[in-house]
C-alpha cells in the first residue's frame, strides 16, 4: 500500500546543531508540505512544495530550509537548532489541488 | 483575527449524543474545506471533505456554510471511539496550502 513515513520519529539535539528530518511518500504525489504543531497554535505550515525543484515558504519558515531533488522525498533541515523549535513536525502530501492532504506519523524534535 | 477558528472546547458527551462543530474562516474565496480527526499524538486523518451541498458519511454528516463562513461537523449516535480532536481546514483561493484551525476536543462518555 501506498504511503507517507517520517524518520526519525524521535529526535533529541543540542541548540545549535543542524537536523535534518526525512519525509517519503509512495503515492507520487507531487504536492508535499511541512507543518509544525505546537500547543495553542495547531498546525502552521512551514515550507511546501508542488513538485521536483520546486520550494516554497510557510508561514513560519524562518530557521527552516527544504530541497525537492525528486517526488518521493521533502526533506526538512533546521540550520542550526533553537530551543524553539522543539515541536510535532508533519509531513503531508496530497494529489490534486482539490482534495485533502495526508499525513505522516510525525517526528518529534526536542532541542536542548 | 485567524483565518480558520474553533472553539477549543472540550464537549463532553454522553454516549449516543448528537454533537456538533462549527469552524468559521475569514476568508470569504476560500475554495473547499476539510475535517481531520487526531488522536493524542498521533497525526491527523482526513475524517471527510466539506461541500457546497453537504457531505455525509455514516454518522458523520458536514455542512458548509458561504454566506455566513462558517462549515460544521454533526457526529450522531457518539461513540466512545469518537473521542479526538477534530481540525477543520480551509483551503484558501491560491494554491493548495490549507490553513487549520487549532481544534475542537471531544470526549465522549459512558
Known amino acids: 500500500d501506498a504511503e507517507i513515513t517520517q524518520s526519525p520519529r524521535h529526535k533529541i539535539t543540542e541548540t545549535g546543531r543542524q537536523v535534518t528530518l526525512a519525509c517519503h511518500q509512495t503515492w507520487n504525489h507531487n504536492n508535499m508540505f511541512w507543518y509544525r504543531q505546537d500547543l495553542g497554535h495547531g498546525l502552521r505550515l512551514i515550507h511546501y512544495s508542488y513538485g521536483v525543484h520546486d520550494t516554497n515558504k510557510g508561514e513560519v519558515s524562518d530557521g527552516y530550509s527544504v530541497s525537492r531533488s525528486n517526488t518521493e522525498d521533502l526533506p526538512l533541515t533546521l540550520e542550526s537548532a533553537a530551543s524553539s523549535q522543539t515541536s510535532v513536525y508533519f509531513c503531508a502530501s496530497s494529489e490534486s489541488p482539490a482534495g485533502g492532504q495526508f499525513f505522516g506519523p510525525g517526528t518529534r524534535l526536542t532541542v536542548l | ?110
Open chain 2, 1 to 110: 483575527r485567524k483565518e480558520v477558528e474553533q472553539d477549543p472546547g472540550p464537549f463532553n458527551v454522553p454516549e449516543g449524543a448528537t454533537v456538533a462543530f462549527n469552524c468559521t474562516y475569514s476568508n470569504s474565496a476560500s475554495q473547499s474545506f476539510f475535517w481531520y480527526r487526531q488522536d493524542c499524538r498521533k497525526e491527523p486523518k482526513l475524517l471527510m471533505s466539506v461541500y457546497s451541498s453537504g457531505n455525509e458519511d455514516g454518522r458523520f454528516t458536514a455542512q458548509l456554510n458561504r454566506a455566513s463562513q462558517y462549515i460544521s461537523l454533526l457526529i450522531r449516535d457518539s461513540k466512545l471511539s469518537d473521542s479526538a480532536t477534530y481540525l477543520c481546514a480551509g483551503r484558501m483561493e491560491y494554491g493548495n496550502k490549507l490553513v487549520f484551525g487549532a481544534g475542537t476536543i471531544l470526549r465522549v462518555k459512558s
